[in-house]
Nanobody
Framework: QVQLVESGGGLVQPGGSLRLSCAASGSIFSIYAMGWYRQAPGKQRELVAAITSGGSTNYADSVKGRFTISRDNAKNTVYLQMNSLKPEDTAVYYC????????????WGQGTQVTVSS
């Protein structure tokens, strides 16, 4: 079982930056791939960025070049640095942990609101 707690959301103006954090507890963090997802009102939850236990990353096309995902296994934390924010980035951002070894399992955090508005 993994518990995930996101933080760092808030209100920011277009063009601004935020850094989200997701702190994990309850299991061996280093064997989990970690991802950030977001869900805007009336839309489906979508993958924003992900990082494997080995450090490989992938990003949604809409955030490439603006967002950076990273992890600190010593702190059991994954980060999402968001730069050049746009109003369309407004959503609830969720952290997800995917166990890469059997038994496979995944866990969600409770979400943190990001609002980009002037």
């Amino acid at each position: 079982q993994v518990q995930l707690v996101e933080s760092g959301g808030g209100l920011v103006q277009p063009g601004g930056s935020l850094r989200l954090s997701c702190a994990a507890s309850g299991s061996i963090f280093s064997i989990y791939a970690m991802g950030w997802y977001r869900q805007a009102p009336g839309k489906q939850r979508e993958l924003v960025a992900a990082i494997t236990s080995g450090g490989s990353t992938n990003y949604a096309d809409s955030v490439k070049g603006r967002f950076t995902i990273s992890r600190d296994n010593a702190k059991n934390t994954v980060y999402l640095q968001m730069n050049s924010l746009k109003p369309e980035d407004t959503a609830v951002y969720y952290c997800r942990a995917d166990r890469e070894r059997p038994p496979r399992a995944y866990y969600w955090g409770q979400g943190t609101q990001v609002t980009v508005s002037s």
